[in-house]
């Protein structure tokens, strides 16, 4: 815990990846869709209306250096906080602080790395001081807020989402760095764009990773007349595990997980558990993974095999438990299930089409008959009038529609005849055909 100062660690001696920091706007690379002319959050940081926020994104696309050049614009006091090494004590301590600025008509602007990180009771400290502006909170994460963060403190915060940055943008970063005063531009550097775009690939959208390794390049390389200069030789060294991980055109891990994905969905555990390694081996979060198995086991296999989500789940926790490296083996379990489990995309055919139905139609009442009538007037209404309690009957159906008039005959659910859905299928053809009966 610790108020920020932009200078601390731009020193000669720091890591190439302080010392190119960026100090403004014009600086930043990256997050367009944020930060370019015109753009929300630009507006918002020029215009000093500042208000608490969540940055979401993957790791070294700049959620902190954003942070520090708010601080750099904003009238606000800024404290930087770190959930990793800090607890309920430290929290009110900082608020105590805030507290009192806000009485001196004074904001402070407190930056919260990793806050994922604070469980329920941690995060919810924050909130009667975010709800009366003792602080502006800004936020940032790696992980779905979602599912990460408190819903009432989400609630009150803004969530911008940060990309990781494209080749070209990590390109003109490494440039940018050879040829700053910070960076090596007080050196005579002989590195080619090609090399610099390698450098680029291999990061994956990490400037952070970027940086360091275009600083272990050049310390590396070979002094030759008075210029260091950086071989294709040196640059395999220092490249080398990671592009064995990823291709020359720099896959991002959606392509990846595109592949793990279909994969599965054909059958091939050999191809998915490969997939699966690339991704942990490339540092992807395992997290993330299992999430997708989830949705897989529901899209992919669904009422085929219903232990697949269970599974799936399972491996999720697993995740949680245990983290890397170990649940390597945890995810490897799931994927080699879910390759093998038979395959249906019912319940996503269905859902699809019933959202397809739901968006292009009008809100459709709810029919009378299964509405419920707690109340004498909705009885009056004839709220339930009609209704027909399954329960009742010998076979434990009825005849009832339970759809609205305009899509009582439309079919959403069409079972296959994979796995244990085949019995399905056939149990749904018996029921239609008594309904049908019924008529």
Request: hydrophobic residues 40%; aromatic residues 8%.
């Amino acid at each position: 815990m610790q108020q920020i100062s932009l200078l601390d660690s731009r020193g000669a001696g720091s890591p190439l990846a302080s010392r190119m920091r960026p100090e403004t706007l014009e600086e930043f690379a990256g997050q367009k869709h944020l930060l370019g002319e015109g753009k929300v959050l630009r507006k918002i940081i020029e215009s000093d209306r500042i208000s608490s926020m969540i940055f979401w994104g993957p790791p070294g696309v700049g959620k902190t250096t954003l942070a520090r050049i708010i601080a750099g614009m904003t009238q606000a006091e800024f404290i930087d906080f770190s959930a990793v090494t800090s607890g309920i004590k430290e929290i009110k301590e900082v608020m105590s602080r805030a507290e009192s600025s806000r009485r001196m008509g004074v904001r402070t602007l407190l930056f919260v790395d990793e806050i994922h990180r604070f469980n329920k009771a941690q995060q919810d400290a924050f909130l009667p001081y975010v709800e009366k502006g003792s602080i502006i909170l800004v936020g940032a994460t790696t992980e779905n807020p979602s599912f990460e963060i408190n819903s009432a403190l989400l609630s009150r915060c803004r969530v911008f989402v940060l990309k990781a940055l494209t080749e070209e943008e990590m390109t003109w970063l490494l440039e940018r760095a050879v040829h700053h005063p910070a960076g090596f531009g007080n050196q005579e550097i002989e590195i080619s764009r090609e090399q610099l775009g390698a450098i680029a690939r291999f990061a994956g959208g990490d400037a952070r990773t970027a940086l360091n390794t275009l600083e272990m390049v050049v310390l590396n390389g070979e002094l030759q007349d008075g210029k260091t200069v950086i071989t294709d030789e040196l640059m395999e060294q220092c490249i080398t595990r990671k592009s064995l991980l990823y291709d020359k055109n720099g896959e991002e891990h959606y392509n990846i997980i595109s592949a793990l994905h279909k994969s599965m969905r054909n059958s091939d555990p050999d191809a998915a558990v490969y997939w699966l390694c690339r991704m942990l081996e490339g540092g992807e979060e395992p997290l993330y993974i299992a999430r997708r198995l989830i949705r897989f086991a529901s899209e992919d296999i669904g009422m085929a095999d219903s232990q697949a989500l269970q599974i799936a789940v399972a491996a999720y926790q697993a995740c949680h438990f245990n983290g890397m490296p170990e649940c390597d083996v945890n995810l490897t379990h799931a994927v080699i299930y879910l390759s093998m489990a038979p395959k249906s995309n019912s319940s996503y055919a269905a859902c699809e089409q019933a959202k397809k139905d739901i968006r292009r139609r009008p809100a459709e009442p709810v029919p009378l008959w299964i509405r419920n009538a707690p109340t004498k007037l909705m009885k009056e209404l004839h709220y339930g009038e009609g209704y027909q309690y399954a329960h009742d009957t010998e076979e434990k159906l009825t005849k009832m529609t339970c759809l609205p008039d305009s899509v009582k005959d439309r079919e959403y659910y069409k079972p296959g005849v994979q796995g244990v859905e085949k019995r399905v299928k056939e149990k749904l053809e018996k029921i239609k055909e008594w309904k049908k009966s019924k008529s």
